[in-house]
């Protein structure tokens, strides 16, 4: 089925990159890595085919690349020395987010190809989308989670 015949795939598309947007700008605030998958996700949402332009691609090889290898050191980091669940242990939250820019910079990458995607990567990108909204919201409403955070965690949102 052409792009075309699809305007509830491309309006969800855009809407999953628009929310992947503001996350990463919102987390932005916290760690300066979430500034270019908040720019980059940005141009998608405004104009898919943009994951064709080399220099977007490039910039997204690259931070890919970083957030890996970081993410690898980040779960040795754990395995060695974690001692609560994953969401209580600071590296672990910065692990899920960078899990989370290589997942959701993976997904766009195919947007040259079929800007619009099929039902599976619409379905997949709504799924990551809404992940850091439900975690949020999760970590918002339990206030035992919260509590063994240190300062600077419990007063952001």
Do not use: D
């Not at 075309?4 to 809407?15: S, T």
């Not at 947007?21 to 500034?35: G, P, S, W």
């Not at 998958?37 to 997204?60: D, H, K, M, Q, Y």
């Amino acid at each position: 089925m052409a792009p075309a015949a699809r305007p509830w795939a491309r309006a969800l598309w855009r809407g999953c990159n628009g929310l992947m947007a503001a996350f990463f700008a919102l987390a932005a605030f916290v760690q300066v890595v979430y500034a270019i998958p908040a720019v980059l996700t940005l141009l998608v949402g405004f104009n898919p085919l943009v994951t064709g332009n080399i220099i977007w691609r490039s910039v997204s090889a690259v931070h890919v690349f970083l957030c890996v290898a970081w993410a690898v050191s980040l779960t040795y980091y754990l395995l060695r020395h974690g001692q609560q669940s994953l969401l209580h242990e600071e590296e672990g939250r910065e692990l899920s987010g960078l899990v989370i820019i290589t997942a959701w910079m993976s997904l766009c990458r195919s947007s040259s190809k079929n800007p619009v995607g099929g039902r599976i990567q619409v379905a997949i990108a709504i799924v990551i989308a809404l992940f850091p909204f439900m975690s949020w919201v999760y970590i918002y409403v339990n206030k035992e989670m919260r509590s063994s955070w240190p300062t600077h965690c419990k007063t952001v949102i």
